[in-house]
Nanobody, 116 residues
């Protein structure tokens, strides 16, 4: 079965950095676009970044452009989110996502808290 397991979330000070990882299993990882979403308290889940199956052109929401970088290692079946210059408004639960055919799959999420 499809499994997505996120890790790397933590409490960090404003201006700091974190790298999130998402280990995937149960599907042909290298064939699918992978994404990171986030959900802050009281807000809807939003798309943060997307990377195509073979890497290449990535897409970011405007609020993280220039600060976050999505990447993937198809050999390790892992997608990453490098987050730099973190701001308090980046505080959220971050989720890994894949859509296979018409079904969406999510990880359990990892908490990122940006606070002094």
């Amino acid at each position: 079965q499809v499994q997505l397991v996120e890790s790397g979330g933590s409490l960090v000070q404003p201006g700091g950095s974190l790298r999130l990882s998402c280990a995937a299993s149960g599907f042909t990882f290298s064939s699918y676009t992978m994404s990171w979403y986030r959900q802050a308290p009281g807000k809807e889940r939003e798309l943060v970044a997307t990377i195509p199956s073979a890497g290449g052109r990535t897409i970011y929401t405007d609020s993280v452009k220039g600060r976050f970088t999505i990447s993937r290692d198809n050999a390790k079946k892992t997608v990453y989110l490098q987050m730099n210059s973190l701001k308090p408004e980046d505080t959220a639960v971050y989720y890994c996502h894949v859509q296979i055919l018409f079904r969406q799959y999510w990880g359990q999420g990892t908490q990122v808290t940006v606070s002094s």
